[in-house]
Every structure is written in structure tokens, then in C-alpha cells.
């Protein structure tokens, strides 16, 4: 320390200061030699102490933290704005609201129109109805008529009368013929056969006039049939006509198509309008801090279609970080990746903070290996923390130790203090009168930096870690 000093030039007040303290120590020393003491200056020590080891694979890591992204969707004047930096919010809270006059306009005006749309759907279906109605009504006429059979019955009656009259006719003018033969057979002569005779005369101009009276009869039934056959076949081809009149009617809806079209339509334009009335106001999508407001009341904000949640902090209205859960990326060597699995315990360091120590798990291994220029292969590993800390922000250094076996509660030492004479393990002890003491020991695991004592040494002696010839 003299030397040090002495070179750097200190003050002279400080460099007799320094020359004392050495004189003292060598007078108390006694035997000490002038060599002993440059030596002593020039080791270095460390003391035992109780710890614990780990053993592990190491790797700088980064903090990533799950973040939100947030801008409108819409453009418009900024009216209000609950969200300040550093606010902690929860998931579906209320974080900002523009101008929402035009937007509720925009509503009303698709409501009026979707009632419009509506009406003039019901009026479709009304005016459809009633015209299948209507037309239902004719057709159901027309087959009517078309099916109805011939049924006069006047003239069937006066037909069945006029043959009634002439089989009595024709019976009468049979017996008056029958008499006038039997009468001519009997000798009969003068008055009484030319009586027979005028009877069978007689009998025969009233069977004609029957006769006659049948024809007219017949063919007065005759006429009314074909003129019964001629309305049918008039009606068939009406029935016909009606018919694919009332299908057509039926089977088309273009109408009410264009009605049902409307109304979707108008629906739609009302769904995007209440759509747009609720982007004028931004929720949280998730809990957390927020870490940055890019704007305040009365400024103008532009809308991003789509989902804002991917777009960078830098260009976003809000961000918010997730606080909740941290988690740690780190690239391990493809030598150690077989070493690690989910759920093994991890230890973090974050020294920009003087976070020491801290516990978590791995939570993943990724598959996808990434080779650097000079061919070394590595492979990222996740880790979460078990206790957040909000002190902890996104995108920190961390150094991280992937746990593979931990003693707690042992007597440490600098694996520098280790030697190794005739297959056995040596350390220089400093005692407490400065003297140096070769003392063997039985060191157990060990990290690679540090060495579990088990046997010789106790906490708080001073073992050398450099500086002496062994």
C-alpha cells in the first residue's frame, strides 16, 4: 500500500501517515522480516463465510415484459384522458374518450333508416300477402267452374217427360193398330172399322207429335251439354292461366328480397355505427402500469384500422406493461441447452437495480437454434420471475443461473485459495498475527469459482487467494 501510494504522489501529509502505519506494523510483528512484510502487501485474501452454492449454467439475459399497445381506431378530438404514466390500471378500464357528438349523430340517423328499412319490409310482406290472397280467391273460382259437373236439371226433366209421352204415344197407337186388325179380322165393315181405322190414325199423329217432342227435347239437352263442354274448356284454360299467375306470385320474392336486403343493409350500417361510437373510447385490454400517454385533452388523434396491439410503443397513443409476470430471455450454448427443462429453478441478477439473487423457473426452450458468424449454435431459454418487482423494467440487463444443484448454509471459498500437493488440497490461511499457515482441507461441490469447505477451515478465518509462491 506504501508503494502504491508513494508512486501516485500522494500529499505528504498522507505519505507520513502511510510510513508510520508500516513502521508500527513492523514493530509489532517482531520477528517479521523486512521481506515479509513486501510480501504481505502484496497478497490478496479472502475471508471464509457461510453461503450458498450453486451450480449451474450461466448466460446474460434480457427482461421482457408482455406490453399493450394501444391507439383509437377512429380519428377525433381528444375529450378525455384518465391515463397518466405510471397509473396502474386493471383489464377493461376506461383510459380515453374523443369528441363522440358526430358518432352518436352518425347512430340516430342509422336507426331512422334501419326503421325505414323495416317498413318498407312489412309493406313487401303485407302487399305479397294480399296479393296471394286475392289471386288464391280467382283460382280457387276458376277450379270451381272447371271441375263442376253438368247438371241441368229442367232440361233433363223435360227430356225424361217428352220420352215418357212417347212410349205412352207408341203404346196407345200399338193398341189402336192392334183393334182395327182384330176389328178387319172379324169382318167388321161400314162405320165402326172406319172408327177403328180414324182411332189408329189418330193414335199415330199423336205418337209423331211425341216423337217430335223427344227430338226437341234431346236436342235442347244436346245444345246445353255442348255449351256446358265449351265454359269447362274455357275455364280449364283460365283455371291454367290463374294458376301459373298465382305460382309465379308464390314462388317469386324478389320484393321481399330486396326489402330483407334493406334491412340488412340499414342493420349493418347501424352495427358500424355503434362499432365507431365504441372505438371513441379506449379500454385496457390488460392489467398493468402505464408507461406511456402520447397525448392529452383537446389534441387530435389519428385512427389505425385494425388491431393496434402490434404497433411499436413509439408510434401507440398508451402503452401498457404487464407487471404481473416477468420474464427473462437468455441464448444458452447448445453444450448446456440438454442441462435445462422446464420448471428448473433459476436465480436473476438485475445490477442496474442491485437486485441480487432473484428466484424464478424456466417456463420454455425454444427449438429454433440461432447460429452466429463464427458457427456457435444457441438456443433461447425463458425464464419467469416468481415475485415481480415493479422496479423492474422492460428490456433490462439480467444475468441469469440455471440451477443444477444448490447447497445452502456452507462454508465458501475462491477456488484460487485451492492448491493441490501430492494429490491433496492445501490452503494458505493468513492468522490473525499475519503470519501465513499451510493447512490442508477436504473441499466438496464446487461451481467452477467457488468451493464448498468440509473440512478445515472455519467461518471467518482469511484464506490467500494470490500472491505467494506455494
Known amino acids: 500500500m506504501e508503494i502504491i501510494a508513494l508512486r501516485k504522489k500522494k500529499p505528504k501529509r498522507i505519505v507520513l501517515v502511510l510510513i508510520a502505519a508500516a513502521a508500527a506494523m513492523f514493530a509489532l510483528s517482531g520477528c517479521t522480516k523486512p521481506d515479509d512484510v513486501a510480501a504481505a502487501a502484496k497478497i490478496s485474501t479472502q475471508e471464509v463465510k457461510l453461503g450458498n452454492l450453486v451450480v449451474g449454467s450461466y448466460a446474460d439475459g434480457r427482461v421482457a415484459m408482455s406490453s399493450a399497445n394501444l391507439s383509437f381506431e377512429i380519428s377525433g378530438k381528444l375529450i378525455e384522458v384518465k391515463a397518466a404514466v405510471g397509473q396502474v390500471v386493471q383489464a377493461g378500464e376506461l383510459l380515453a374518450v374523443i369528441d363522440e357528438a358526430d358518432l352518436k349523430e352518425a ?11 323495416r317498413a318498407t319490409y312489412n309493406d313487401a310482406v303485407s302487399s305479397r300477402k294480399y296479393s296471394l290472397s286475392s289471386e288464391k280467391i280467382k283460382l280457387d273460382s276458376l277450379y270451381s267452374k272447371y271441375q263442376a259437373p253438368f247438371d241441368d236439371a229442367e232440361l233433363k226433366e223435360a227430356l225424361d217427360a217428352a220420352q215418357v209421352r212417347l212410349d205412352e204415344k207408341t203404346a196407345e197407337h200399338q193398341n189402336a193398330t192392334i183393334a182395327y186388325g182384330e176389328a178387319v179380322a172379324a169382318g167388321i165393315s161400314g162405320p165402326d172399322l172406319a172408327e177403328a181405322e180414324k182411332l189408329v190414325e189418330t193414335a199415330e199423329n199423336a205418337r209423331l207429335s211425341a216423337e217430335s217432342s223427344l ?23 283460365s283455371y291454367d292461366l290463374q294458376k ?28 358500424d355505427a355503434n362499432a365507431n361510437l365504441e372505438k371513441a373510447r379506449l379500454y385496457a ?13 383537446g389534441d387530435f388523434v389519428s385512427g389505425r384500422t385494425g388491431d393496434s396491439s402490434g404497433t411499436s410503443s413509439a408510434s401507440s397513443f398508451i402503452t401498457i406493461t404487464d407487471t404481473s409476470a416477468i420474464s427473462i430471455t437468455a441464448s444458452i450454448n447448445e453444450g448446456d441447452i440438454s442441462g435445462l427443462e422446464a420448471g428448473q429453478a433459476i436465480k436473476a441478477n438485475i445490477e442496474a437495480l442491485g437486485l441480487i439473487g432473484l428466484e424464478g423457473k424456466v417456463s420454455a426452450l425454444g427449438a429454433v437454434p440461432k447460429i452466429d458468424n463464427s458457427g456457435i449454435v444457441s438456443y433461447t431459454v425463458t425464464a419467469v420471475l416468481d415475485k415481480p418487482d415493479e422496479r423492474i423494467f422492460d428490456g433490462m440487463s439480467a444475468f441469469v ?24 488440497q492445501f490452503v494458505q490461511v493468513k492468522k490473525a498475527d499475519g503470519t501465513i499457515e499451510k493447512r490442508p482441507i477436504t473441499a466438496g461441490l464446487t461451481n467452477g469459482s467457488q468451493s464448498e469447505v468440509v473440512e478445515g477451515l472455519d467461518a471467518g478465518e482469511t484464506v490467500v487467494t494470490s500472491g505467494i509462491v506455494k
Do not use: C, H, W
Open 244 to 271: 301459373l299467375k298465382y305460382d309465379s306470385i308464390a314462388a317469386s320474392s324478389l320484393s321481399i328480397t330486396n326489402a330483407e336486403y334493406g334491412v340488412s343493409t340499414a342493420q349493418a350500417k347501424l352495427d
Open 107 to 117: 347512430v340516430e340517423s342509422a336507426k331512422r333508416d334501419l326503421d325505414k328499412a
Open 285 to 297: 385490454p390488460i392489467s398493468g402500469k402505464v408507461v406511456q400517454v402520447n397525448g392529452k385533452v
Open 215 to 237: 227430338v226437341s227435347a234431346q236436342k235442347a239437352y244436346d245444345n246445353a251439354y255442348a255449351k256446358y263442354l265449351v265454359d269447362k274448356a274455357s275455364a280449364k284454360e
Open 401 to 424: 443461473t440455471f440451477i443444477k444443484k444448490e447447497k445452502t448454509n456452507v462454508l465458501l471459498i475462491s477456488n484460487k485459495a485451492i492448491f493441490i500437493e501430492e494429490g491433496k
